[in-house]
């Protein structure tokens, strides 16, 4: 599917030189995508050339937060040209079916698209490429860790202990899969009150720290509840370009910044199996 020289991820039609970065959740409106593409944002905003691929191919939603207008373009019949917002390459299932269309492929489909989405897609050169990968521990969510050895899962878990407690999983999941875990993100962490400035921890406290020592990693930030972000997420102007003066963006930039301060080196030695060689064992 690629291969690694010169440090870079050398894929069929690009290269990737900072990170690969696959964001995960134990389940589902934790606010992955959201965080997806706000931290893709911040990251282009940072000077970074970033992509999006919408791992979550039944549950696509990157094309509506990010405000995708453009198709994806296909050149010679063979490779795809993948659509921008806000400077971020973005290839989703939702290029090419109906947002309220369910796709409904099986496993060995699914892991054919994400071959397809890294090898055919121009996606020219990168210094971070984020998957938003399907909510949980299933095949799809598996497979991309089997396949893909040198992304590092980013998990976005809320606070309370059943949110952790399943987020927990993944973390595992990837240990097992010798995937290195980049850090956990705690999302709608409080609800900062506009009137007084009070914090109220509305799904609970400190979940998130107690699931990255868990997972001997690094908490990489908090982010708050706002129903500002909401809304401009539903709107497809994510909250880091709509409003960069609010603390959610702040803290958004925070995480980036982190991102960015690690030094990555893509290990020569791991190698990606192919899925042409027959499926994953779990
Ligand atoms: P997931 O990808 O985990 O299923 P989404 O990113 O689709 O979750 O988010 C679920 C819902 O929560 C969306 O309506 C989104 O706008 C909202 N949301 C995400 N993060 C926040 C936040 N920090 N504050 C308020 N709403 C949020």
């Not at 921008?84 to 409904?104: A, C, T, Y």
């Not at 099986?106 to 990968?133: C, H, I, K, N, T």
């Not at 909510?135 to 991309?144: V, Y």
């Not at 990693?217 to 909401?230: E, F, H, K």
């Amino acid at each position: 599917m690629y291969k690694v020289e010169e440090g870079k991820i050398q894929l069929e039609n690009g290269s990737i030189s900072e990170g690969l970065i696959a964001i995960a959740s134990g389940k589902g409106g934790v606010g992955k995508s959201t965080v997806t593409v706000n931290l893709a944002i911040s990251l282009a905003k940072a000077g970074k050339k970033v992509g999006i691929l919408d791992a979550d191919i039944h549950g696509f939603s990157i094309p509506r937060i990010i405000g995708l207008k453009d198709e994806a373009k296909t050149k010679d019949n063979k490779t795809i040209i993948p659509p921008k917002s806000f400077n971020i390459k973005v290839i989703s299932m939702g290029s090419f079916v109906d947002e309220r269309n369910p796709v409904v492929w099986r496993a060995p489909l699914l892991s054919g698209a994400l071959q397809q989405f890294m090898q055919d897609v121009e996606w020219g050169e990168l210094d971070y490429l984020l998957l938003d990968l399907p909510p949980g521990t299933g095949d799809m969510a598996l497979d991309i860790m089997q396949n893909l050895p040198h992304a590092e899962v980013l998990v976005v878990t809320t606070p309370q202990p059943t949110a952790v407690h399943v987020a927990g999983r993944i973390g595992k999941a990837a240990e097992k899969l010798d995937v290195d875990v980049l850090g956990v993100i705690e999302n709608m962490s409080y609800f900062r009150c506009d009137d007084c400035g009070h914090k109220e921890y509305i799904f609970g406290q400190g979940g998130g720290k107690d699931l990255a020592k868990e997972l001997n990693t690094d908490l990489l930030g908090q982010l708050p509840l706002d129903p500002i972000a909401r809304q401009a997420s539903d709107d497809g102007l994510p909250i880091v370009e709509a409003k960069k003066e609010l603390e959610i963006s702040k803290v958004y930039k925070k995480i980036s910044e982190t991102i960015t301060s690690k030094n990555t080196e893509f290990d020569p030695n791991k190698k990606p199996i192919s899925l042409q060689n027959g499926p994953a064992c779990h």
